[in-house]
């Protein structure tokens, strides 16, 4: 008599799937990879995700939530020059931890497609694009609680600072060390034109 066929763990599968696509990206990734990393047949991961796309779109989703959630955790910090501090740190963390695969899922999954990987090329733009708003954003803040002088132009520096984060993707993964990466964050925050606090700010400061 046959044995009952294993249950399926969707949660389990999606979380293999997502370190492969990680590891291989989108295009490197082939069913037959899928279906040796996830042990189902393909004609169940189609039965439970759709497609190979729609599989990806949800392993990045879930990326996002968990590992690649840092910036967005690290934005929500008071003070700005921490919170971007914060950021770099946490992705250069994030993107060189030995026994995982090294850089950004978002950033090197998709960085070049056949024509009919158009549409997940666009969509990781479109994630690259919101990750760049967001930081803005949060220099936008900044400046309006006068943290960044009047003349700071926050989407110069936004776009400074998301060039820099991807940046941090493509050299751990060419193999660039945490500790040289890190070497290079104290320059980043060096153009970051924090104001420092007025006497009306600071009463508890002692005035020669």
């Known amino acids: 008599m046959a044995g009952r066929p294993r249950e399926f763990d969707r949660e389990a599968a999606l979380e293999r799937a997502m370190w492969l696509f990680w590891e291989q990206g989108y295009e490197g990734t082939s069913m037959s990879a899928l279906v040796a990393a996830l042990g189902i047949a393909s004609a169940r991961i189609y039965a439970a995700f759709g497609s190979k796309e729609a599989l ?6 879930l990326y996002e939530q968990d590992e690649g959630g840092f910036a967005d955790r690290a934005l929500q910090i008071t003070g700005v020059r ?4 914060r950021m770099l740190d946490d992705a250069i963390t994030t993107y060189t931890q030995p026994g995982r695969p090294s850089g950004c899922l978002v950033v090197s999954a998709a960085s070049s497609t056949s024509p009919d990987g158009d549409d997940i090329q666009q969509w990781l733009c479109e994630h690259r694009r919101q990750r760049t708003d967001s930081i803005i954003a949060r220099l936008q803040q900044a400046k309006a609680c006068q943290e960044l002088g009047e003349d700071a132009d926050v989407q110069a520096m936004g776009d400074f600072y998301a060039t820099f984060l991807h940046g941090i993707s493509i050299q751990a993964r060419d193999g660039v ?3 040289r ?3 290079s964050v104290d320059l980043a925050l060096s153009l970051l034109p924090v104001e420092p606090p007025s006497l009306e700010q600071t009463p508890d400061l002692v005035r020669a």
């Open 56 to 61: 990806f779109r949800e392993a990045v989703a």
């Open 82 to 85: 921490e919170a971007i501090r």
């Open 177 to 179: 060390p945490a500790d």
């Open 181 to 183: 990466l890190r070497q």
